[in-house]
């Protein structure tokens, strides 16, 4: 590991392009986003880091690692965005609208979005294997780092090699983020959370995650490189006590007009009791339901999710769901009473909370559908394809 340096002093790359490692050996591609939150700069130094040690070995190296800045114009003024969140702006019809827009009516983000888009399509295009790609970020709460992702079987391989905290469900609550999009494209995909913004810690941490997301996506072979083994410790050490995998129950959205306020202490996963005193808004104290986990605790001005409430998950629980999961059962979901799949979408269901009301929603998580969206008695449960 590199001596540690404050965030703030990061360069910002002068182009979207961080740095690109291709070999001449055909094998798979992984994508490094950086700053897709401008104040974010960590991964940004990560990635750097990581390209130098791949170079060092560029005889083991197969396939291409390529790094780009998310969001450079707000990197460039240290803030999360300009004019929006360009990390919740990846549904396909605002991007559709994005390139309809004329040149001149286009925001910040708008510019920054397409600019990303058509550099990850390019790395798409020239690849010659499986297409990975992992998203970098740091949190305004302090806290051990942790991975995300849309909860399909293959993601769930890719990320399980990494010695990271595994938060399930969490991509799921939160529209138009950049790893779903490219789930969508046909990408494997996730986001890590390394830490707090201005910790140098967060780099180091970012920096061993993307290594080791190199290795699981097969960029070199797996233990082939020394470095590893200090990525793992270090990751494995920064978990301390907390579970290896939990999963998001329900996201507490907020306005600026609720006044919102996480009381202070929270760490970015940490635990909470029944009942705990989590936060205030104006109309009052907000307190855990039962015992359980404060996720992504909001700390900073800019944002709308409050935070996340969720459950530590049991191994036993997790390959239980895999093991269904193969077996295709969700198949015979819409002969639940209540429960129709959609005609036009064989991943997505809607659920008649008058007649399924009974139903535990942890019937489709096992199945890894945990995208929930709720409607007039009716929910709408979906999940990747794959
Ligand atoms: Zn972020």
Redesign the pocket.
């Known amino acids: 590991m590199a001596q540690a340096i404050p965030t703030a002093s990061i360069d910002v790359p002068a182009s979207r392009e961080i740095g690109r490692l291709r070999s001449d050996t055909p094998g798979p591609t992984l994508i490094a986003v950086a700053a ?2 401008g ?2 700069r960590a991964g940004i130094e990560a990635a750097r880091r990581v390209l130098r040690t791949l170079a060092r070995r560029e005889g083991l190296i197969r396939g291409e690692l390529v790094a780009f800045a998310g969001n450079l114009a707000a990197a460039r003024v240290n803030q ?1 965005y300009i004019a929006r969140d360009l ?1 919740r702006a990846w549904a396909e019809e605002h991007v559709d609208e994005v390139m309809r827009k004329a040149p001149a009516d286009r925001d910040a983000e708008d510019k920054e979005q397409l600019e990303l888009l058509s550099a990850v399509e390019e790395a798409k295009a020239r690849a010659r294997g499986t297409v990975h790609l992992i ?1 970098m ?3 305004s709460a302090s806290g051990i780092p942790f991975v995300l992702f849309g909860d399909t079987l293959r993601q769930r391989r890719f990320v399980c090699e990494l010695p990271l905290t595994i938060v399930m469900g969490l991509e799921e609550q939160v529209d138009g983020v950049l790893s779903a999009f490219f789930t969508r494209r046909g990408c494997v995909t996730c ?1 890590v ?1 390394g830490g707090q913004h201005t910790d140098p810690t967060s780099v180091d941490n970012l920096e061993a995650a993307l290594l080791l997301a190199a290795e699981s996506a097969g960029i070199f072979g797996s233990g082939l490189l020394a470095e590893t083994a200090a990525a793992h410790a270090l990751l494995e050490r920064r978990r301390g006590h907390l579970p290896r995998v939990m999963e998001v129950i329900s996201r507490h959205a907020i306005t600026p007009e609720d006044k919102f306020e996480m009381v202070p202490g929270f760490a970015n996963l940490d635990r909470a009791h029944a009942d705990q005193l989590l936060a205030r808004d104006r109309n009052g104290p907000i307190r855990a339901p039962r015992a359980g986990m404060v996720i992504l605790p909001l700390y900073q001005g800019q944002g709308s999710d409050g935070f996340f409430w969720g459950r530590e998950v049991s191994s036993a629980r997790l390959r239980a769901s895999e093991a269904i999961r193969h077996l295709e059962l969700d198949k015979f979901l819409h002969l639940l009473p209540g429960v129709e799949r959609d005609p036009t979408h064989p991943s997505r269901f809607f659920v008649h909370t008058r007649v399924a009301r009974l139903y535990p929603l942890d019937v489709f998580h096992m199945f890894g559908y945990r995208r929930i969206r709720e409607g007039d008695e009716v929910l709408t449960v979906e999940r990747q394809p794959g």
Do not use: G, M, V
């Open positions: 897709i939150h104040n974010e999360r990390n998203d970020h740091t949190t986001a959370e």
